[in-house]
């Protein structure tokens, strides 16, 4: 007999060799028809793997995020088959589940594929699928598995195999085809119900573009025709909020291929905005207790190669600069934290000038692959609001809660109330990922799980995420459309005072290594605008929106009264213009509307003579006749019930 735990910490005994499928009709029927995944001490395995010895177990159905992982991952198998019987000669390579369903990247050679070819494809796939299929895994010897796919003349699978240890691999089985594949599967295809082919692309075999270009196929799938519907709908609603049609539309940035790729270029809307958000921050840190500082946009090869960056991320950066002198180089700066190392070094410092706080928003280059590039999630220079606290031991408990309270307040004056926290920690499998001391690692790693815990966060450990100094918090926030999305970043970093060579004098009269805290509440602020505006729709907070009335006169001789009403509205600090072109009312409002402009206040001779205004809201809701003021006074407490003030 073996026990198993479950996750509520009940034990029961089992027979050895049985199974999850076991376990889980041991349990409830109607669960063990549910369940299509499971990990087992830590491992991910299938449902009908026997289990051998004691162990944890945890039973996944299409609810949790490793269910639908197994389920998409067991897809792309569906899939690839469809894609070897439709396209005879394809060469298969990786084919991952990720957040919305899975890809499979192939070697077409001669054929090609595009949108014409999907529905040939989805009902492929469904045929095979229906013939509910099981998904069988078994271990093959490195020799036999090089012979197959050297048969097949696939390199790309050869490639695989090579750098695989003997006695590690596997194959999984399911109708005719084969795969090289490390598991977590459902059990069968029949599970597998409705199947979208979403769109293809190219991408280069292992992300290198030395290397042979594949076409990657995108797909998604359900175990309900009824959640297809549903995501294909969200889809189209994403296409509608998409940041680079809205920022098209707003006139807030654009990209210029004479400039550069990834390199955006903010139109005047687009810099208001950034402006007032960097405002908004900076008033909250300096409540906070920062200190702004600025650093150049290049630094010397040698400060990255001091800080790791240049070991860690060199090969991805852009490349040095050389000088006229000799053997001098510089690169453009991938990270502000090495130049504010140096700014704390400038000078002594005692445990009583600690903690020091400096904030910069501060613009970093990274050589993001073409392909990779997107909008402004995903660009080539982008500016991090970020900032550093060197501090005492002593102190890194309420620096970090601190950091966490001022995150808290930003992500809740922009509307992102959805969210949990993620500590993402060292993965102790791959120590050469890292850079410092097994004993600063646990120290640092112990320090944010207490200070999430403190903080009431609902929270989750990530193993294998942590940055290569230090662990992190991220806030893992979810968007209008429940998309979930990485904003702000704390990081605890033991690390790079030493390689820095930081020191405070203790009140022993003793130099002591002081511990940094690296933050960045928006993360960029070009991917923070560009979250914002898909989370919002271009709606943004009242606060922040670029203009937020426009003042439509009914006809030409209105317009010296909508003067007098814009100028009020100048002078309490309201964001407006006058649309005095010669329109109709009505096709001012529509423009108004499709401009996101929150308020229009229509003025004619009724308004005139009464010295009000005519509010209507965007949307459509009609405020009716007000004065100035008082509309002055709806904006304002609009404003301060979003805006609260920093810590009360």
Same mark, same amino acid.
């Given at each position: 007999?073996?026990?198993?735990?479950?996750?509520?910490?009940?034990?029961?005994?089992?027979?050895?060799?049985?199974?999850?499928?076991?376990?889980?009709?041991?349990?409830?029927?109607?669960?063990?028809?549910?369940?299509?995944?499971?990990?087992?001490?830590?491992?991910?395995?299938?449902?009908?793997?026997?289990?051998?010895?004691?162990?944890?177990?945890?039973?996944?159905?299409?609810?949790?995020?490793?269910?639908?992982?197994?389920?998409?991952?067991?897809?792309?198998?569906?899939?690839?088959?469809?894609?070897?019987?439709?396209?005879?000669?394809?060469?298969?390579?990786?084919?991952?589940?990720?957040?919305?369903?899975?890809?499979?990247?192939?070697?077409?050679?001669?054929?090609?594929?595009?949108?014409?070819?999907?529905?040939?494809?989805?009902?492929?796939?469904?045929?095979?699928?229906?013939?509910?299929?099981?998904?069988?895994?078994?271990?093959?010897?490195?020799?036999?598995?090089?012979?197959?796919?050297?048969?097949?003349?696939?390199?790309?699978?050869?490639?695989?195999?090579?750098?695989?240890?003997?006695?590690?691999?596997?194959?999984?089985?399911?109708?005719?085809?084969?795969?090289?594949?490390?598991?977590?599967?459902?059990?069968?295809?029949?599970?597998?119900?409705?199947?979208?082919?979403?769109?293809?692309?190219?991408?280069?075999?292992?992300?290198?573009?030395?290397?042979?270009?594949?076409?990657?196929?995108?797909?998604?799938?359900?175990?309900?025709?009824?959640?297809?519907?549903?995501?294909?709908?969200?889809?189209?609603?994403?296409?509608?909020?998409?940041?680079?049609?809205?920022?098209?539309?707003?006139?807030?940035?654009?990209?210029?291929?004479?400039?550069?790729?990834?390199?955006?270029?903010?139109?005047?809307?687009?810099?208001?905005?950034?402006?007032?958000?960097?405002?908004?921050?900076?008033?909250?840190?300096?409540?906070?207790?920062?200190?702004?500082?600025?650093?150049?946009?290049?630094?010397?090869?040698?400060?990255?190669?001091?800080?790791?960056?240049?070991?860690?991320?060199?090969?991805?950066?852009?490349?040095?600069?050389?000088?006229?002198?000799?053997?001098?180089?510089?690169?453009?700066?991938?990270?502000?934290?090495?130049?504010?190392?140096?700014?704390?070094?400038?000078?002594?410092? =005692?445990? $009583? &000038?600690?903690?020091?706080?400096?904030?910069?928003? *501060? #613009? @970093?280059?990274?050589? +993001?692959?073409?392909?990779?590039?997107?909008?402004?999630?995903?660009?080539?220079?982008?500016?991090?609001?970020?900032?550093?606290?060197?501090?005492?031991?002593?102190?890194?408990?309420?620096?970090?809660?601190?950091?966490?309270?001022?995150?808290?307040?930003?992500?809740?004056?922009?509307?992102?109330?959805?969210?949990?926290?993620?500590? =993402?920690? $060292? &993965?102790?499998?791959?120590?050469?990922?890292?850079? *410092? #001391? @097994?004993?600063?690692? +646990?120290?640092?790693?112990?320090?944010?799980?207490?200070?999430?815990?403190?903080?009431?966060?609902?929270?989750?450990?990530?193993?294998?995420?942590?940055?290569?100094?230090?662990?992190?918090?991220?806030?893992?926030?979810?968007?209008?459309?429940?998309?979930?999305?990485?904003?702000?970043?704390?990081?605890?970093?033991?690390?790079?005072?030493?390689?820095? &060579?930081?020191?405070?004098?203790?009140?022993?009269?003793?130099?002591?290594?002081?511990?940094?805290?690296?933050?960045?509440?928006?993360?960029?602020?070009?991917?923070?605008?560009?979250?914002?505006?898909?989370?919002?729709?271009?709606?943004?907070?009242?606060?922040?929106?670029?203009?937020?009335?426009?003042?439509?006169?009914?006809?030409?001789?209105?317009?010296?009264?909508?003067?007098?009403?814009?100028?009020?509205?100048?002078?309490?600090?309201?964001?407006?213009?006058?649309?005095?072109?010669?329109?109709?009312?009505?096709?001012?409002?529509?423009?108004?509307?499709?401009?996101?402009?929150?308020?229009?206040?229509?003025?004619?001779?009724?308004?005139?003579?009464?010295?009000?205004?005519?509010?209507?809201?965007?949307?459509?809701?009609?405020?009716?006749?007000?004065?100035?003021?008082?509309?002055?006074?709806?904006?304002?407490?609009?404003?301060?019930?979003?805006?609260?003030?920093?810590?009360?």
């Amino acid at each position: 007999m073996i026990k198993i735990t479950l996750p509520d910490g009940t034990v029961k005994e089992f027979a050895k060799g049985s199974t999850p499928i076991d376990v889980a009709k041991s349990i409830s029927e109607g669960l063990a028809r549910n369940v299509i995944s499971a990990q087992f001490n830590g491992n991910t395995v299938e449902t009908v793997t026997p289990l051998e010895e004691d162990g944890s177990l945890v039973l996944y159905t299409w609810n949790d995020k490793e269910g639908k992982k197994a389920f998409w991952h067991s897809t792309s198998h569906i899939v690839a088959q469809a894609l070897e019987e439709l396209y005879p000669g394809a060469k298969l390579t990786i084919g991952p589940a990720i957040e919305n369903g899975f890809y499979y990247d192939v070697d077409f050679g001669e054929h090609t594929v595009s949108d014409k070819d999907f529905q040939k494809i989805e009902q492929r796939a469904l045929e095979i699928a229906r013939g509910k299929h099981d998904f069988k895994m078994r271990a093959v010897t490195k020799e036999d598995a090089l012979s197959l796919y050297k048969k097949q003349g696939n390199e790309f699978k050869v490639e695989l195999i090579e750098n695989l240890e003997d006695g590690t691999i596997t194959f999984c089985d399911h109708d005719t085809f084969t795969d090289l594949c490390r598991g977590g599967h459902i059990p069968n295809t029949g599970i597998v119900k409705t199947i979208k082919i979403l769109s293809v692309a190219g991408a280069y075999w292992r992300g290198d573009e030395k290397n042979p270009q594949l076409t990657r196929v995108y797909g998604i799938s359900f175990p309900k025709q009824k959640d297809l519907t549903e995501y294909l709908e969200l889809l189209e609603e994403a296409k509608k909020r998409d940041h680079r049609k809205l920022g098209k539309e707003l006139e807030l940035f654009t990209f210029s291929q004479k400039v550069g790729q990834g390199l955006p270029l903010w139109l005047p809307k687009g810099a208001a905005l950034r402006e007032r958000l960097e405002n908004f921050l900076k008033k909250a840190q300096k409540k906070a207790g920062y200190e702004m500082v600025v650093t150049p946009h290049i630094g010397q090869k040698e400060l990255y190669v001091t800080s790791g960056h240049y070991e860690k991320y060199g090969a991805d950066s852009f490349q040095p600069i050389h000088t006229p002198k000799d053997d001098e180089e510089f690169l453009l700066k991938p990270m502000n934290c090495p130049h504010h190392c140096e700014i704390f070094n400038h000078k002594p410092f =005692s445990y $009583r &000038d600690l903690p020091k706080r400096y904030a910069e928003f *501060g #613009t @970093v280059y990274r050589y +993001e692959q073409s392909g990779e590039l997107h909008g402004l999630t995903r660009v080539r220079g982008f500016t991090q609001d970020d900032a550093h606290i060197f501090c005492t031991p002593d102190q890194v408990d309420q620096e970090f809660k601190n950091v966490i309270d001022l995150s808290l307040y930003v992500l809740g004056s922009l509307g992102f109330e959805n969210f949990t926290a993620q500590v =993402s920690v $060292r &993965d102790p499998k791959t120590p050469e990922k890292y850079i *410092g #001391t @097994v004993e600063n690692w +646990e120290k640092a790693e112990n320090a944010i799980i207490n200070a999430a815990k403190e903080k009431g966060l609902d929270y989750v450990i990530e193993e294998g995420e942590a940055a290569f100094y230090g662990p992190k918090l991220d806030f893992m926030v979810k968007d209008a459309l429940g998309r979930q999305w990485q904003l702000g970043t704390i990081q605890v970093d033991y690390t790079l005072p030493e390689r820095f &060579d930081l020191t405070y004098k203790g009140s022993d009269n003793e130099l002591h290594r002081p511990i940094m805290i690296h933050r960045a509440p928006f993360g960029s602020m070009e991917r923070f605008i560009a979250l914002l505006l898909e989370h919002t729709g271009g709606n943004f907070p009242l606060w922040l929106i670029p203009d937020q009335a426009i003042v439509l006169p009914v006809s030409e001789k209105h317009e010296k009264y909508a003067e007098k009403v814009l100028k009020s509205l100048e002078n309490n600090e309201i964001r407006a213009l006058i649309d005095d072109r010669n329109e109709t009312v009505g096709k001012k409002i529509r423009e108004a509307e499709m401009n996101k402009i929150p308020f229009m206040l229509i003025v004619g001779e009724n308004e005139e003579e009464a010295n009000t205004i005519s509010v209507r809201k965007h949307g459509g809701d009609d405020l009716g006749s007000i004065t100035v003021d008082a509309f002055v006074d709806l904006v304002t407490k609009e404003i301060n019930s979003t805006l609260k003030s920093f810590l009360n």
